[in-house]
């Protein structure tokens, strides 16, 4: 798997002799080493001042990906082993030497896969689901793991053929479940005899729909405990934040019901919006491991509500003779509704499936020469005014809910006259949406 794959490379390069990191590290060009989500290697070779834009943008140009605002980089730390890498930062400032160990991972699990315009973007994301199935990320029955195999079989081997599969044999380099048995083979075989006439793609769309309805789905989870000190997960997910104890959701706080996300040290606090018989906001804190553990639980929260309810993303503050407090991160890739917007016009890219993994290989890129093309490909334009909502999931009372916290993110600006006759007094907690 990925992760295994990932590890041993991380392991490698501890092992590396210092005079060769020496070596490595100078010069202009710099290795990402990046485990793509087949499970093959592929070496990219790119300016040592490269964002981490510019490299998920090469990547995504040698899988021949367009639909690239889904994915992103994981690296691993010391006290974390899943940590997104910052898009708009240089690759080299996370890393000590080459090679830069990465993992190329799907970020924004798309609520209705059937709307990715694109077929190989689609199969990446089969690649996903199946990696988050067999590292345990995402539970499945027997019954559901039978049938995503059966899909996968179908997508990579076609039709049943009774004489070239006269038993499960042909299932043996197909990884479905994390403790696969001959009885699940079984089952797999005899739903992979009903897809008979499914293409590829409509196999892989049918896996994705079936996928998508599974509770653990596109779920961030972060560990945390709840006012009373019971350890529960958090999830981030398209639609907002989920509580689980002892693997059940017991809670479940959409976006348009979250006024204000706000960290504080090593507390993380939400406040909802009051119901329908309710007179009064109110706020909920959860305990997290670390004052690092709490900022990635809020900036996952920032993330994925700017992608998924939002038309376009904040745009960067302009800087003022007041200094700043609080956290300067935006998200600042495109969004779901701007990805969606943008018909893609192109010839359906031909592809080779390898689900079963038999098909892998190690493959190096240049970046070096791409790199200035990547760069003006990436421009976006900016909104001089807030977002705003994407229409279609918007509820006509609903707020956003990046508010931030006075104690801790808040912002000063410099008052015209007209707004110092009408009494306007600093400081200002810019609010957004």
Known sequence: MPAETKTAAAGTEADTPTKSKKANTSGKAGLARVTLLDGSLLDVTIDRKARGRDLINTICAGLNIVEKDYFGLIYDTPTDPRVWLDLDKPVSKFFRSDPWVLQFAVKFYPPEPSQLQEDITRYQLCLQVRNDILEGRLPCTFVTHALLGSYLVQSEMGDYDPKEMPDRRYLKDFKIAPNQT??????????????????????????????????????????????????????????????????????????PKILKISYKRHHFYIKIRPGEFEQFESTIGFKLASHQAAKKLWKSCVEHHTFFRLMTPEPPTKSSLFPRFGSKYRYSGRTLYESKRNPIDRTAPKFDRSLSGRRLTS??????????????????????????????????RSRSPLKKDKKEKVYFCV???????????????????
């Open 415 to 433: 008052l015209t006259p007209k707004e110092l006759k009408l009494g306007v007094k600093l400081p200002l907690e810019i609010s957004f949406c």
């Open 363 to 396: 493959r190096s890129m240049d970046a070096l020469a791409m790199a200035e093309k990547e760069k003006d490909a990436q421009k976006r334009h900016t909104m001089g005014h807030p977002p705003e909502h994407i229409p279609d999931f918007d509820s006509p």
């Open 182 to 255: 001959p009885e699940l083979e079984d089952k797999v075989m005899d739903l992979h005899k009903t897809h008979k006439g499914q293409a590829p793609a409509e196999a892989e769309l049918h896996y994705l729909e079936n996928a998508k309805k599974l509770a653990m789905y596109g779920v961030d989870l972060h560990p945390a405990k709840d006012s009373e000190g019971v350890d529960i997960m958090l999830g981030v997910c398209a639609s907002g934040l989920l509580v689980y104890r002892d693997k059940l959701r017991i809670n479940r706080f959409a976006w």
